[in-house]
Structure formats: C-alpha cells, structure tokens
C-alpha cells in the first residue's frame, strides 16, 4: 500500500484526536496492494488495525466499497447519524463507498482487518467536513 494512504489515515485520526482528550490512535499496518483484474482502474488494498482501548476513528468516507473482519475483541460501526453497530471477533462487516461513518474498540485491545476497492492512485479515507 502507498506509504501516503496509509499516512493520511494515520494523520486524520491524530487531528481528530488532538481535538478531544487525546484517546490513543489505533495502529495501522498495510498487508496489501495489488491491480484487479480486468479493471486497471481499480486496486484492491487490505490493512489490519490494532485498536487499542478507547481508541476511535473520526468520521470519515471512504471512495470505494470497505469490508472487513473483527480478529479479535468487539468493534463497533456508526454511519452519520445512526446507530452504532456492534461486531465481535469472526464477524463481517460492509460499508458502501462514500458512507460517512465512525468507529471504534469496544473491548480491552480488538484488532480488525479492512479491505477496499478503490481507483487506482486515489487516496483511501476521506475526511467528513460538517456542512
């Protein structure tokens, strides 16, 4: 994965905490980046995030499709305005592309993996700017 993605993630989630009361920043680790097949557009890109306790993601959007899995621990999901929407480790989860939403650890340490479909070369998170 592009060092830049993966920093801009890392640098959202550091600008909305330095705005609260500082709760840790989830760690995230990139396994993978590759072309699709038959789509030079489009790239499939797979991190794991460790979420420490306390820890939480700022809303944001992502320009494609996001699935993943809770590994260990219970992870949590809010779309703007929603519910949250709690998994537990085994569990899917699936956001549509452009979906504003938030999330966060429920537990002592959970870890999640994350995968996207995204154009090639565009940047994965995209910060929610309050209209």
């Known amino acids: 994965m592009k060092l830049s993605s993966v920093l801009a993630l890392s640098l959202l989630l550091a600008c ?10 989830p760690k995230i680790t990139p396994i993978m980046q590759e072309p699709i097949t038959g789509q030079p557009d489009k790239e499939f890109v797979l991190l794991s995030i460790e979420w420490p306790p306390d820890s939480v993601g700022p809303l944001h959007s992502h320009p494609g499709d996001e699935y993943g899995v809770v590994v260990k621990g219970v992870y949590a999901i809010r779309e703007l305005n929603g519910q949250w929407k709690t998994y537990k480790a085994g569990e899917g989860f699936h956001l549509r592309a452009g979906v504003v939403h938030e999330d966060k650890n429920m537990t002592v340490n959970t870890s ?9 070369g565009k940047t994965l998170i995209q910060p929610y700017i309050k209209p």
């Open 16 to 25: 909305s905490a330095s705005q609260a009361q500082q709760p840790p920043l």
């Open 112 to 120: 999640t993996m994350h995968s996207y479909v995204v154009d090639k």
